[in-house]
């Protein structure tokens, strides 16, 4: 059963619960008994679906930037340069996150862990991000580092041989982050012995350009999961109900 952005769900072991639409992803291959989109009528048909794990810790963040009443709503950026904006803009915004705690697992303007910050400053230029260091290095225009502007994304190995921590270049060498070790949202430089030897590369998903005065930037759309139902079913910007219906029983 739906209704609104909650889905009621049987589980393998007979489980029945209602689980909100963000939540949920398609299988490949999806059994779609039947699908109920309409508030004013109920019913006890069913559909197969899975939940992901992927976006749990994210959701709330997005739902979050819902209520903030940006007019623009993010797309994810693809495997290219998705946006035109001004640099100065980009880092007015990041520098005012400086002084923010540190916290991992966070994505707010009282705590932010680094790839929470760097997410919560692209949104205000248009772009969303994925959630994880790891994959925002996948997006955007790879930049080598004697061609870096201000806006452009760095990323760093601190825990091994993988990409865990990212930040947004500032100039002049310095690039600005939510540094566990420092506790807060700090400027640090990239000549310090420790950044510069895990220094893993840097990507350009916002152009330095100025905008248009015609409009607001385009982003560009990333490619849209296939539908688990014959509607699509999209990420809610936030549930119309604030408990399950059935008060979740």
């Given at each position: 059963?739906?209704?609104?952005?909650?889905?009621?769900?049987?589980?393998?072991?007979?489980?029945?619960?209602?689980?909100?639409?963000?939540?949920?992803?398609?299988?490949?291959?999806?059994?779609?008994?039947?699908?109920?989109?309409?508030?004013?009528?109920?019913?006890?048909?069913?559909?197969?679906?899975?939940?992901s794990?992927?976006?749990?810790?994210?959701?709330?963040?997005?739902?979050?930037?819902?209520?903030?009443?940006?007019?623009?709503?993010?797309?994810?950026?693809?495997?290219?340069?998705?946006?035109?904006?001004?640099?100065?803009?980009?880092?007015?915004?990041?520098?005012?996150?400086?002084?923010?705690?540190?916290?991992?697992?966070?994505?707010s303007?009282?705590?932010?862990?680094?790839?929470?910050?760097?997410?919560?400053?692209?949104?205000?230029v248009g772009?969303?991000?994925?959630?994880?260091?790891?994959?925002?290095?996948?997006?955007?225009?790879?930049?080598?580092?004697?061609?870096l502007?201000?806006g452009?994304?760095?990323?760093?190995?601190?825990?091994?041989?993988?990409?865990?921590?990212?930040?947004?270049?500032?100039?002049?060498?310095?690039?600005?982050?939510?540094?566990?070790?420092?506790?807060?949202?700090?400027?640090?430089?990239?000549?310090?012995?420790?950044?510069?030897?895990?220094?893993?590369?840097?990507r350009?998903?916002?152009?330095?350009?100025?905008?248009?005065?015609?409009?607001?930037?385009?982003?560009?759309?990333?490619?849209?999961?296939?539908?688990?139902?014959a509607e699509?079913?999209?990420?809610?910007?936030?549930?119309?109900?604030?408990?399950?219906?059935?008060?979740?029983?």
């Amino acid at each position: 059963d739906r209704e609104g952005s909650w889905y009621k769900l049987r589980f393998p072991k007979g489980t029945e619960a209602w689980v909100r639409g963000d939540f949920l992803a398609p299988t490949k291959a999806p059994q779609i008994l039947a699908s109920n989109t309409n508030k004013s009528h109920k019913s006890n048909s069913k559909a197969t679906v899975v939940a992901s794990n992927s976006g749990r810790r994210s959701s709330s963040r997005d739902s979050r930037f819902a209520r903030s009443g940006n007019a623009r709503r993010p797309q994810y950026s693809g495997s290219t340069v998705v946006a035109s904006g001004n640099g100065d803009t980009i880092m007015e915004k990041a520098d005012s996150f400086l002084g923010v705690r540190y916290r991992y697992g966070a994505m707010s303007r009282s705590a932010t862990d680094c790839s929470g910050f760097v997410g919560q400053v692209y949104r205000g230029v248009g772009v969303k991000l994925p959630r994880t260091a790891r994959e925002m290095s996948t997006r955007g225009q790879k930049i080598d580092r004697s061609n870096l502007k201000p806006g452009d994304l760095l990323f760093f190995n601190t825990r091994g041989s993988r990409i865990s921590h990212v930040a947004i270049y500032k100039g002049d060498g310095k690039f600005i982050h939510a540094s566990s070790g420092g506790g807060k949202v700090m400027v640090s430089s990239m000549s310090d012995g420790y950044y510069n030897r895990r220094f893993a590369g840097a990507r350009r998903v916002v152009s330095t350009k100025a905008t248009s005065k015609k409009g607001p930037a385009k982003v560009a759309k990333a490619e849209e999961p296939k539908s688990i139902a014959a509607e699509p079913v999209s990420v809610p910007v936030e549930p119309k109900v604030s408990t399950p219906p059935d008060g979740g029983k």
